[in-house]
């Protein structure tokens, strides 16, 4: 796919994470959506399996909630954890436990079509296997010049 962008593990969170590579990753970066991965030790190079998704606005909320004060950065999180995909008060969900996602050799009309037709933040992540390779933006799609 020429409009998907290829995946920079360090812009991915990893399932298990400390609020310090959160908040590194939010001052790094200026992404608006952050894939969570479970890397892949056997295979050789850089991999992951996509498990969930971000926003950085979640992220902040995250931060807040977790480490209001900033005093304990090393506080590990597993971002999979129910609570934050189903939260017992039924507020905002913060992690996207299963976001869309097509194979390489999908087209871009379906990709379109897909992005129609979920409700999520503008993206759709393309695996292989569920191995993540790359992501496709709303914005990068439609401005795109013919």
């Given at each position: 796919m020429k409009f998907m962008t290829r995946v920079n593990l360090e812009h991915c969170l990893a399932q298990i994470t400390t609020l310090r590579e959160i908040l590194h990753l939010l001052m790094t970066t200026k992404d608006s959506n952050y894939?969570?991965?479970?890397?892949?030790?056997?295979?050789?190079?850089?991999?992951?399996?996509?498990?969930?998704?971000m926003s950085r606005r979640h992220l902040e909320i995250l931060l807040k909630r977790l480490d209001p004060q900033g005093e304990?950065?090393?506080?590990?999180?597993?971002?999979?954890?129910?609570?934050?995909?189903?939260?017992?008060?039924?507020?905002?969900?913060?992690?996207?436990?299963?976001?869309?996602?097509?194979?390489?050799?999908?087209?871009?009309?379906?990709?379109?079509?897909?992005?129609k037709h979920c409700k999520n933040e503008g993206i759709i992540y393309v695996t292989d296997r569920g191995v993540l390779k790359g992501s496709i933006t709303f914005a990068n799609l439609v401005a795109r010049k013919i």
């Open positions: 894939p969570i991965i479970r890397p892949l030790c056997w295979k050789k190079g850089d991999a992951g399996l996509l498990e969930g998704n304990n950065p090393d506080t590990e999180v597993d971002l999979l954890d129910p609570h934050y995909q189903a939260p017992e008060d039924n507020s905002e969900p913060l992690v996207v436990g299963n976001p869309p996602c097509v194979p390489p050799e999908t087209t871009i009309k379906e990709v379109y079509l897909l992005m």
